[in-house]
């Protein structure tokens, strides 16, 4: 059973976020973590780059698979986990801590319509 903590939104596409001030804190759920295994390598798109709301902020490179990271509200990326590009490990063994993604600081109003709770994404990956 994947660990999905109270106090996060999610999306459809296993991507969690967090409101920290005017900002958003973005990383990938336990679940997307554990179907990828282990993560080699991390990507992200320019510091300062506005993104639309589903644009591809990052890409992950797993044992397995590669996958696409996506921006789960409009904004400008405020900041990218470069810890990550050194230690991409750190999304496995701590998704919700020292695995985040990005900052972003959200532009115009926030789009939380597609945006799940924390229930609704326990029923999404049928937990």
């Known amino acids: 059973m994947s660990n999905i903590p109270d106090d996060l939104l999610y999306t459809k596409t296993h991507e969690w976020l967090k409101k920290e001030g005017k900002l958003y804190r973005i990383g990938i759920t336990d679940h997307a973590q554990s ?11 320019k510091k300062g780059k ?26 400008t990326i405020s900041e990218i986990n470069e810890i990550l590009l050194k230690s ?18 959200p532009s115009g109003g926030m789009e939380t319509a597609s945006l799940l709770s924390p ?6 990956i049928g937990e």
């Open 88 to 105: 991409p490990e750190k999304i496995n063994s701590d998704p919700y801590g020292e695995g985040w993604f990005l900052l972003l600081e």
């Open 50 to 75: 506005m993104v639309g709301a589903g644009d591809v902020v990052a890409t992950v490179e797993s044992v397995k698979t590669v996958s696409e990271i996506y921006a789960p509200v409009p904004g």
């Open 35 to 45: 179907e990828l295994t282990d993560v080699v390598f991390v990507e992200f798109e």
């Open 119 to 124: 229930e609704a994404y326990r029923r999404t």
